[in-house]
Nanobody, 116 residues
């Protein structure tokens, strides 16, 4: 059973930083891509960025490019989302998801709140 557990969310002032973690378990993920999504109340879920488990290639949404960085630690089976220069519009529940051709497994989410 694949499990994804996010952590690291919280309240931060605008301009601050947070680091989210996503711990994966249940299988090997060598062929998988792990992504971060976010969703604010009343808004659709938004893709934030992704990283390939094997090669480490990353891809980011324009809204976070240059501010957010995704990395992975294969030994710990964890993926991280380093968020800098946070803005109030980054406030959302952040989810990690994993899959090959689609994102089949999701974590429970962690709340990030950025105050102005």
């Amino acid at each position: 059973q694949v499990q994804l557990v996010e952590s690291g969310g919280g309240l931060v002032q605008a301009g601050g930083s947070l680091r989210l973690s996503c711990a994966a378990s249940g299988r090997t993920f060598s062929s998988y891509t792990i992504a971060w999504f976010r969703q604010s109340p009343g808004k659709e879920r938004e893709f934030v960025g992704s990283i390939s488990w094997r090669g480490g290639s990353t891809y980011y949404a324009d809204s976070v490019k240059g501010r957010f960085t995704i990395s992975r630690d294969n030994a710990k089976m964890s993926v991280y989302l380093e968020m800098n220069s946070l803005k109030p519009e980054d406030t959302a529940v952040y989810y990690c998801a994993v899959g090959v051709f689609s994102y089949d497994y999701w974590g429970q989410g962690t709340q990030v709140t950025v105050s102005s």
